[in-house]
Structure formats: structure tokens, C-alpha cells
């Protein structure tokens, strides 16, 4: 009852932290750690008003080991730091293994209850401790002896009262009368008793004649012997002719040599099934904390490498005051900003922006490319259809949410990179439309956190932006806690992975990012237009 009260608590509070931790609510770390700590607040309530120790000091340290594993658990769900991570899920996992090896030694020294079948409450209500010697002195406070002395003179007296006996004792001397009362108090009450066998034989049997009731005109006990042949038994003069008497009735299965057997078979069975569930426990546990050790603190750990601010940052003018850009493209030197509906063209240099006119963009833009060729960059945006700034608008085939146009020739020659989910998708142009050409593959980066606490992307987070490098391979951006990469190399013909960073741990959120060169990029905060007076674009230096 204790253990599935104990698991049965640990199961939900994990359940619940594991549940809430990979969800985007309000306040999500707040709920995981107010509904955990509500389960094993309620553990350690009830194991420790139910586990009877004579010390409270023991019932404490008890409560604490119970109640140590889950707590450390959740503050490790919640924390960000790693360093705490690395304290935290090896000591939950030792807890958890401790915890187990005192229950399984607890339950190897367990000692049976003292009950008998054929002695029903003996072992409730006798207080005498295991191991201690019962005194026979029935004012010691001993209910069980009371009991049992109490049915042995109510057996006597319904003996006396069978007509057998008084037809017996009449012609016995004091003498034999002594002695029969001394067999009488010899006698095994239990194997004796139609009274007491009547609970295992009612079925049988039916009720038995209480002490004073003559209603059986035959003289018989209702129990198969009569009195007259009880109390031959006991003198030891067998009757002058053999009777006939009925067989012996089955009763019930426990009266059976057979059923104590098969009862101790099932006990010891069911006590070897619970010792090796409860080992079994400790043993997974165990290795728990074996590969908790082998992850945080032995494992060679790859040392992050950050992005770092360039020594030369742009020096940009945007076009009014209150103009905040959304997303930028760049691609050869050219740089293009948009809010959303603008579209202009960035001097890096503090020159003016100026406006790009862009033919049949109509609606809000989702994303920014640029197409360079031979004749110079255009600007790409994507918004109900692909719209090329100097062609005009042009159809996919399907529903892009992030993209980025690469390769050389004209814009018809050239290719469209998409990314939907963590699937990267090439496009090519065919006939009048963009169609699906080849799937590159998958890539977790763009869906999943990564690292030893992975989980799915949130939906405040994600990818930010793709692009193409100088250098032909693609640049992946995406928006992830501090301690996580941010950015992302891949081959552009294999899609195997050259190098990711970090962003730099006091860089504002970034709102969209380019290419600018081979081993640098441009980074345009959430903020928009300056405020505070810190820049809105940084050109971040990806080092090797």
C-alpha cells in the first residue's frame, strides 16, 4: 500500500513536469514547479503520518529521502544554468537508487504476521512484539488468551450439558471424574469443538447447538459425534459393537494439510516476486545514475564557440524615425531592409536609404531574399506569391513560410531554398511556376533544441532566417535560450554541418539576419529603429 502510494505520487509529479515542460503556456516553469511540489508535498504528508518509526527524527529523514529524488528533479527542469544541471540530476538519480535499496532492505527483513487460520485476530490482538515471549497470564492485559480461555469453559459447559455425559458420569467415581476433567482441560479446544470448527464447517455441518440448547431430540451435536461417544474417546473404552457412522463431511479447503502448503508455496512465491520488483527498481535506477554521470561529468563536453562583434560595424541611416525594419537580405555588398510593406535599399556607409519600387508586391511581406545576376541584385519578397522586385510577381506550387534564392544565371536559372519544419525542400523554376525539384533532407537544428535536454521548439521560437554564402553553403539562423547554437553552416551539397555558434550572451533578440561574407554575418535586432542608444544592426564575425 505504502509503495504504490510512493510510486503512484512519483509517477504523477513526473508526469506533470515532463508534461508542462515541453509546452508553451504563461508562466510555464511556475506551473511545473507548483504542481510537482503539490505531489510530493502529498507523499511525504501521507508517508509521514502513516509509517510508524519510534523515532520522528527517522520518520523525517525518511519523508526527506522520499521527497529529495522528484524535488531535484524539478528544479533541474527549470534551471537554466548547466553547471546546476550537472549538481542536480545526479544527486535526483542517487536519491531515487537509495531510496529503492532501503525499501528492499526494509522488505528482506519484513517479518510475517503472527495470524492462523484456525486462531482468527490471534495476531491483531495479541500486543506481545515479534520475537518477545507471551506470558500465559491472562491479566497481563493478553485479549487473545482471554478470548481463548473464555471459549474453553463455554465448551466444557455444553459438554456437561450433553445427555451422553450425564449418563457417563453417573456411574464414574470422583476419582474418574477428576480425571476426566483433567482430559478435559488437556484437550486440544480447537481440534475438539464442534463450536469453534462450526467457522470452518459451516457449509457442512450447518449451525451448532449452543451451550444449554436441547432442541436435537437425538442427543446428537450437530457435528457428527455424539456426546456419549466423545466421552468414550476420552476414557479411553471404545464402544462394545462399531457403529456405523456417516462419513466424515469435506468442510472447508483450509481444514487441508494440503492448503497450508499450497498457502505457503504462494506466500513465498508472491514475497520473491516483490524482492526482485523492488531490486529491479534499484538496478534501473542505478543505471540512471550511471549514465547521469557518464553525460555530466565524464563525457568529453564540446566546447561552445560564440559569435563574436565585428571590430567594423555599419553605420546605418534608416530612412525616417519611426521606420522599423523587419527583415534584411544582403548578398554581394548589397543590403536591403523592409518593414513589412517597404522595401529599401541600405548603405552600410551611413548613406541615405533609399526605396526600392518593387513591381505587383501586394500585402504584408513574410520574408526578404535577395537575387543577384550579371545586371545586379534585386530584391526577392515573399508575400501571397514570390515577387521579384524588377519582374513582378510569380506563382509556387507550394506554401512557403522561409526562403532564400541561390545559385548563378538569371532568376529563371537560379534556385529557391525552402525550410518547412525541420525539411529543406530545393525549388526550381518550370514553365510558369516554382515547383518542388529535390528534397535535401532533414535537419533537427531547425525543430529541435538539441544537446542533452532536447525537446521541440516552442512557438516563440524557431528559425529566424536562411541564406546562401559567398562560399556556396547555407546559413541557418534561429531563435533559441543563450545557451543553445544559434547559428548554423551546412554543405550546400550534402547538408552535412561546418561549424555552429552561439550568439553572443549580451545580444539583444534578433529579429532577421544575412549573409554578409563568407565568415561574417548581419544581425537585425527585435528592436527595430535604435533606442537606447544602442544599434539596431551588428555584423557578428563567425570564427573558426
Not at 84 to 102: D, E, G, N, Y
Request: glycine share 8%.
Amino acid at each position: 500500500m505504502g509503495l504504490g502510494i510512493l510510486c503512484l505520487g512519483h509517477s504523477s509529479a513526473y508526469f506533470a513536469l515532463g508534461y508542462l515542460s515541453v509546452k508553451d503556456y504563461w508562466l510555464t516553469k511556475y506551473a511545473a514547479f507548483i504542481i510537482t511540489m503539490a505531489f510530493i508535498m502529498m507523499v511525504g504528508l501521507i508517508i509521514y503520518s502513516n509509517f510508524r518509526a519510534p523515532s520522528t527524527r527517522v520518520r523525517m529523514v525518511t519523508v526527506a529521502l522520499i521527497c529529495l529524488g522528484p524535488t531535484c528533479s524539478t528544479f533541474a527542469a527549470i534551471v537554466a544554468s548547466e553547471v546546476a544541471k550537472r549538481i542536480l540530476v545526479p544527486v535526483s538519480f542517487t536519491a531515487h537508487f537509495f531510496l529503492w535499496v532501503l525499501v528492499y532492505a526494509f522488505a528482506r527483513d519484513l517479518h510475517d504476521t503472527a495470524m492462523h487460520f484456525i486462531r482468527p485476530g490471534e495476531g491483531f490482538w495479541s500486543k506481545s512484539a515479534p520475537g518477545e515471549k507471551k506470558c500465559d497470564d491472562l491479566e497481563h492485559g493478553n485479549s487473545h488468551l482471554r478470548w481463548k480461555h473464555q471459549e474453553e469453559q463455554y465448551h466444557k459447559e455444553w459438554l456437561r450439558h450433553q445427555p451422553g455425559y450425564r449418563d457417563q458420569t453417573r456411574t464414574l467415581s470422583s476419582h474418574q471424574m477428576e480425571k476426566m476433567d483433567r482430559q478435559l482441560e488437556r484437550m486440544d479446544y480447537i481440534e475438539q469443538s464442534p463450536c469453534a470448527r462450526n467457522s470452518l464447517r459451516a457449509l457442512s455441518c450447518g449451525a451448532c447447538e449452543v451451550p444449554g440448547d436441547r432442541g436435537d431430540r437425538s442427543g446428537h451435536s450437530g457435528c457428527g459425534d455424539t456426546g456419549a461417544e466423545a466421552f468414550e474417546d476420552l476414557q479411553g473404552q471404545p464402544p462394545e459393537e462399531p457403529r456405523k457412522s456417516k462419513p466424515d463431511f469435506i468442510g472447508w479447503p483450509t481444514d487441508e494439510d494440503e492448503f497450508a502448503v499450497h498457502a505457503e508455496h504462494t506466500k513465498s512465491h508472491i514475497k520473491s516476486t516483490a524482492h526482485s520488483t523492488i531490486c529491479l527498481s534499484a538496478l534501473l535506477w542505478l543505471a540512471m545514475l550511471i549514465w547521469a554521470i557518464m553525460t555530466y561529468w565524464l563525457a568529453p563536453s564540446e566546447v561552445p564557440k560564440y559569435a563574436t562583434l565585428s571590430q567594423e560595424q555599419p553605420m546605418v541611416v534608416w530612412p525616417t524615425a519611426t521606420f522599423c525594419p523587419r527583415f534584411i537580405a544582403c548578398k554581394q555588398g548589397v543590403t536591403f531592409a523592409s518593414d513589412g510593406y517597404q522595401i529599401f535599399q541600405i548603405d552600410l556607409a551611413g548613406g541615405t536609404a533609399k526605396r526600392v519600387n518593387c513591381i505587383g508586391l501586394r500585402g504584408p511581406i513574410s520574408d526578404l531574399s535577395v537575387s543577384c545576376t550579371p545586371k545586379g541584385c534585386v530584391p526577392v519578397a515573399l508575400a501571397h506569391s514570390v515577387v521579384h522586385c524588377g519582374q513582378g510577381p510569380t506563382a509556387v506550387q507550394d506554401t512557403l513560410h522561409h526562403f532564400t534564392v541561390y545559385g548563378r544565371g538569371s532568376f529563371q536559372e537560379q534556385r529557391m531554398l525552402s525550410a518547412s519544419s525541420s525539411e529543406l525542400v530545393s525549388y526550381g523554376w518550370s514553365g510558369d511556376e516554382w515547383q518542388g525539384l529535390a528534397f535535401l533532407g532533414h535537419s533537427r537544428f531547425l525543430s529541435d533544441l538539441g544537446g542533452i535536454h532536447n525537446r521541440k521548439l516552442r512557438s516563440n521560437e524557431g528559425l529566424i532566417t536562411l541564406d546562401e554564402l559567398p562560399s556556396g553553403d547555407f546559413l541557418f539562423v534561429r531563435r533559441v535560450p543563450m545557451s543553445k547554437p544559434s547559428v548554423q553552416i551546412r554543405n550546400a551539397s550534402d547538408m552535412t554541418v561546418n561549424g555552429q555558434w552561439h550568439l553572443p550572451a549580451r545580444l539583444p533578440e534578433v529579429q532577421s539576419a544575412c549573409a554578409f561574407d563568407s565568415n561574417s554575418m548581419l544581425v537585425l535586432l527585435s528592436s527595430g529603429a535604435e533606442a537606447d542608444g544602442q544599434r539596431s544592426l551588428h555584423r557578428l564575425q563567425l570564427t573558426t
